[in-house]
């Protein structure tokens, strides 16, 4: 690869993390006429404005990019969504008051150049940030079609667009949303005061009769009642599933081992041709270890070195420290592969670089640079003359770059191209690599490459090491066709065995199969939440996600029946679908988990003041209990923990709240009943840095409630008519 390529390749690398998946799920308007929508184009209405499949999609992408691909296809979509709703009522509020929301203008590229970070850098000119320049390289990227800058510059963008919006409408509501001087001395107060306490905590887990506290549906349905907002929900589902991970067997393995091993020596093998069977020189006696790796490894032959500080198997790097030449090591597994490794070089070289260069490009060259209008004889000429200046004045190559490269980053950077790895050089041209693995420090040279003449400069070499070269022969762990017809079999019977059948059945039958069900309980269609699906997505299984709640919402798909699921990483899940609950309140069944723990510690808790009784002081109160008198020090009241026992906030509250000396009344806490004797409060001294800290705390998270609360009250003001969950198919 050219070094210019190589480093353009780079510069997006900075861009879009590595490795990143980009939209693993996007929605074609094709597949939105199925749905007999009135506008087959249509994911919503917002106050009356269409929201179209295209900026679903974009919100979708940038919202992928901004999770780095780590997050469900459904997280994914509910994130779009909000963002789309936010921004679109955000910008009709401003449009209706008059407040700017053009995104081409100074406030809109400085928040472009903010949220760059360092990476501005790269368009920056004399320090400045050069709109120009984004342009030009945005361009640049959708001419190569490179996918992933392409869609990094489109979320900045759209990032941005959203933050001018964000600030100019939420800011102005801001400026009416301040913290005055006496709600900072009252939290300023708080904040740098303790409590010396006396307490009696009585547990309600272990308070005697504790277990014997037993809720009914009705007083559950009461507390639903009386809590409505809380308890109302979207159309969910419950259901069971199980996962079923196909591994390799140990057969499968002693099988892989024994292949691997019969490749270290010669062997014999069939002609494919002939169908005779002819001798083969092994990995230990081959003299073309490159041709061997390409006939009998997965992974690819390579001159790079490795290093002791390299992500390595470490018995290998031992093993080559003192083995010699031709040596072979394995097989050995890590990882995700069994691999055997012959040692075929060590060399004393150093394994970083640092190297600035300068371009001289000319018309036909094999990047097209649309600056460019020497020849190659001129572009010749004046590397040479450019040459001859910078050997005469070392110190001198940055500006020389800075005025006369024509590799834009390199122009920028002075002419550094940063620190290259030895594996890195290798990757480059050959004229590169040959002048700066041949030169040390400070050398100063001209290459001809494919993409015009280089002038390098080897800033720095670090202190040779050793490093080791290896012929490996790779090939993944992988399950056999024995073993994964096992698994889809067993799949299939676990289905079978749970069709039909009531929970109590389906249980026992698991057991049977010696597999795990896992409860996912109120999976809304659309409404991800962090607990759905947790060890489907922790154990690489989150393709599952989007196939069980297509299922499970499906009109067709009956209570009590269980289907399996093939995934194209090799696993299966087999889902039960408990319950259909209907949109609206819970009822007791569905709320239990959440709200019996709460009715139970406040029967409890009446209990405990039952016995208490007319105890008035700590040592009664104790003695009534069953409990200790214990001490608590330095209590604050913006962290109220107390130790051995976690967060209470009602302490806190009786420790800064009542006179000194004062015995509290029995009060409910989070984890049972105290009664508390305030012994002293202390304030601790004034610090006008920590005070002035304490403003920017407190303006920052006003800011933020702010921007929380006014989203909060502009949806449920607005007219939003979401199609995805008119239409239960929309992921089919």
């Known amino acids: 690869m050219s070094i210019l390529g190589s480093i353009r390749k780079n510069s997006w690398l900075l861009l879009v993390a590595i490795g990143m998946a980009l939209l693993a799920f996007v929605i074609s308007p094709d597949t939105l006429s199925k749905f007999n929508m ?45 963002d789309i709703v936010q921004q679109t009522l955000f910008e009709q509020q401003s449009q209706e008051l008059g407040i700017e929301t053009t995104s081409d203008n100074k406030q809109y590229w400085d928040t472009v150049e903010q949220l760059l970070g360092q990476r501005a850098d790269q368009f920056k000119q004399n320090g400045v940030f050069n709109v120009g320049l984004f342009q030009s390289q945005e361009n640049l990227a959708r001419q190569q079609g490179n996918s992933q800058a392409i869609s990094f510059f489109e979320l900045i963008k759209s990032e941005a667009k959203k933050a001018v919006v964000q600030n100019n409408y939420v800011g102005m509501i801001q400026q009416g949303v301040f913290t005055t001087d006496k709600d900072l001395e009252f939290e300023y107060d708080n904040s740098r005061s303790t409590a010396n306490i006396e307490y009696v905590y009585v547990p309600y887990a272990s308070f005697p009769g504790a277990n014997d506290v ?66 083969v020189t092994g990995l230990k006696n081959t003299t073309d270890n490159e041709s061997f790796v390409q006939n009998y490894s997965e992974g690819q032959y390579t001159e790079g070195l490795v290093f002791d500080t390299d992500n390595f ?108 790895r030895h594996n890195d050089v290798l990757g480059q041209s050959p004229e590169f690599r040959e002048y700066v693995l041949n030169n040390g420090t400070g050398s100063i ?18 202190a040779p090491k050793v490093g080791y070269q ?48 896992t409860a996912q309980n109120n999976l809304a269609q659309f409404k991800a939440e962090p607990t759905d699906f947790v060890s489907l997505a922790n154990s690489g299984n989150s393709e599952a996600i989007e196939q069980i709640t297509r299922w499970a919402f499906n009109d067709d798909t009956a209570m009590k029946t269980a289907e399996a699921f093939d995934l194209t990483n090799g696993n299966y899940v087999v889902a039960y679908l408990v319950n259909k609950n209907g949109k609206g309140l819970m009822n007791a069944s569905q709320a239990r988990s959440e709200v019996e723990p709460i009715l139970k510690n406040q029967a409890i808790a009446k209990q405990i003041v039952a016995k208490i009784g007319g105890a ?80 920017n705390q407190l303006k920052q998270r006003n800011a933020y409630q702010v921007l929380s609360s006014v989203t909060e009250a502009l949806k449920e003001k607005a007219s939003i008519e979401d199609l995805r969950v008119d239409n239960p198919s929309f992921n089919n």
């Open 38 to 82: 009135n506008d087959a184009n249509l994911v919503g209405e917002i106050n009356g404005q269409k929201i179209s499949v295209r900026e679903f999609n974009e919100a979708v992408n940038n919202a992928n990019l901004k999770s780095q691909g780590r997050l469900p296809a459904r997280n994914i979509q509910n994130t779009a969504w909000n």
């Open 214 to 279: 037993k809720i009914s549906d009705d007083e559950i349905t009461s507390y639903i009642k009386e809590h409505p907002k809380k308890f109302d929900r979207e159309d969910t589902r419950d259901l069971q599933y199980v996962v079923l991970d196909v591994k390799a067997s140990a057969k499968d393995k002693a099988a892989l081992k024994a292949e691997l091993t019969k490749y270290i020596n010669d062997f014999t093998e069939e002609n494919p041709a002939t169908g005779v069977e002819e001798p």
């Open 313 to 420: 198997d470490k018995k290998v790097l031992d093993f080559a420290k003192t083995a010699t030449l031709n040596d072979v090591y394995g097989p050995y597994e890590t990882g995700d592969v069994m691999a055997i490794s012959k040692l075929i070089a060590k060399k004393n070289v150093s394994d970083s670089i640092n190297i600035s260069h300068i371009l001289v490009s000319y018309k036909g060259a094999a990047v097209n640079l649309p600056t460019v209008t020497l020849t190659k004889e001129q572009a010749k000429a004046k590397a040479d003359s450019l040459l001859a200046v910078v050997k005469v004045n070392p110190a001198s190559f940055g500006e020389v770059a800075s005025k006369s490269s024509d590799f834009d980053q390199s122009r920028l950077q002075k002419g550094n191209l940063g620190w290259f």
């Open 445 to 462: 040279g001209l290459v001809e490459a494919p993409e015009g003449f280089q002038i390098i400069k080897i800033d720095q070499k670090k």
């Open 470 to 517: 290896f012929a490996n022969v790779i090939r993944a762990v992988e399950p056999s066709k024995e073993t994964t017809d096992s698994v889809f079999n067993l799949s299939r019977k676990i289905a079978e065995s749970f069709n039909g059948q009531d929970v109590a059945t389906v249980d026992k039958n698991a057991g049977e199969f010696k597999v795990n069900l």
């Open 616 to 695: 008035k002081d700590l040592t009664a109160v104790a003695t009534a209990t069953g409990q200790e008198v214990k001490t608590a020090n330095s209590v604050n009241f913006t962290n109220p923990v107390i130790a051995g026992v976690g967060r209470e906030d009602v302490v806190a509250g009786l420790a800064f709240g009542q006179e000194i000396g004062t015995v509290s009344a029995p009060v409910e806490g989070k984890n049972g009943v105290f009664v508390v004797k305030t012994l002293s409060v202390n304030k601790g001294p004034e610090n006008e840095q920590s005070k002035n800290n304490l403003k």
